[in-house]
């Protein structure tokens, strides 16, 4: 079945140590999605790319960054880690800008 | 500026019961698109149904369906039947100016036995 995966789903790091997060779809969609979520809160767009076009939201922190090297693989960089960053985080895609959004299950990332 | 309400944060239906799922949105684009996902406690969103702005008829997804007012500015979800699986949380979102889309705030949902 078509998908989006995200590995891992659970992360651990310490404050201040970088972690990557991946996500890859077999969907070939052209948009990819990075968002986080904290609890019970709605998810926060962070950025996307079409295709190979990367759009940052306006208030997404310069601590997080992310690559995108093929249609399938999409990855979220968090370069130091704070405590507030503990989230879960969601990828997700879509064949074009504003169509449905298909989501991965999600890497809970815990910030020690 | 765009803007997705849903004032409900929680509600609990009887098992069977039909639920309705409030949604009102702001946006000045006249071409929008108006989306439902639902999050159980696994984590991942899945989307349910899509109303266009222009589309005449309200969407139908089996269980689902979307009360789409436009002079109102709602787009409610509609589960009928309830089952103990649609227990989660659910969130209402809109495709508006520049294909932006944006969530609401969600209204967690449990169905009780």
Redesign the interface.
């Known amino acids: 079945d078509a998908m989006v995966i995200q590995n891992p789903r659970y992360q651990v790091t310490q404050f201040g140590k970088p972690v990557t997060l991946s996500c890859s779809q077999t969907l070939n969609h052209n948009v990819m999605y990075w968002y986080q979520q904290k609890s019970s809160q709605a998810p926060k767009l962070l950025f996307h790319y079409y295709d190979k076009d990367f759009n940052n939201e306006a208030d997404t922190p310069d601590n997080f960054q992310s690559r995108r090297p093929n249609t399938s693989f999409c990855f979220l960089d968090i370069r130091s880690p704070g405590l507030g960053d503990a989230a879960m985080y969601l990828c997700a895609t879509s064949r074009g800008l504003g169509s449905e959004q298909f989501f991965g299950p999600g890497t809970r990332l815990t910030v020690l | 500026a765009q803007k997705i309400t849903q004032t409900q944060p929680g509600m609990f239906v009887q098992e069977k019961e039909a639920v309705t799922l409030d949604c009102t949105y702001d946006t000045s684009d006249p071409s929008y698109?108006l989306?439902w996902?639902k999050q159980p406690s696994?984590?991942?969103?899945?989307?349910l149904i899509?109303q266009g702005s222009y589309d005449q008829q309200n969407a139908t997804e089996g269980r689902y369906s979307l009360n789409f007012q436009k002079a109102r500015k709602s787009a409610n979800l509609v589960i009928s039947a309830s089952q103990l699986g649609d227990s989660a949380m659910y969130?209402c979102a809109m495709?508006g100016e520049k294909?932006?889309?944006i969530?609401?705030?969600?209204t967690?949902l449990h169905i009780l036995p």
């Open positions: 698109g989306f996902y696994s984590g991942e969103m899945i989307f899509y969130f495709r294909d932006k889309i969530f609401g705030k969600g967690r």
